[in-house]
Nanobody, 123 residues
């Protein structure tokens, strides 16, 4: 099973991007899935996650109201719509899956990770 992120790129501050994460070789319909960001020279930060049912969604404080997480189980694809982006949100964005299906906190429970997609927000 592999996770492949796409949709990264260069965007101006205030702009939007939509990231995608596709599962190959398996399904994440019973998994919680999430997005994390690693800025240059820093650790990995939680961005957003969604439970297996889609009923529970969690966001990092800095992105609430601007980012939206969603998933399409039929397509085995996770999305992150990012609006009103800020330069400090530059980094590599990773998707990950948690087989428990529920959101705990931060990276807890997330076991399978993608390779990441670079997002650069210019000022």
């Amino acid at each position: 099973v592999q996770l492949v992120e796409s949709g990264g790129g260069l965007v101006q501050a205030g702009g939007s991007l939509r990231l995608s994460c596709t599962v190959s070789g398996g399904s994440f319909s019973s998994y919680a899935v999430g997005w994390f960001r690693q800025a240059p020279g820093k650790g990995r930060d939680f961005v957003s996650a969604i439970s297996w049912s889609g009923d529970t969604r969690d966001y990092g404080d800095s992105v609430k109201g601007r980012f939206t997480i969603s998933k399409d189980n039929r397509k085995n694809t996770l999305y992150l719509q990012m609006n009103s982006m800020k330069p400090e949100e530059t980094g590599v964005y990773y998707c990950a899956t948690d087989p428990s299906g529920v959101i705990v906190e931060g990276e807890i429970g997330f076991e399978l990770w993608g390779q990441g997609t670079q997002v650069t927000v210019s000022s």
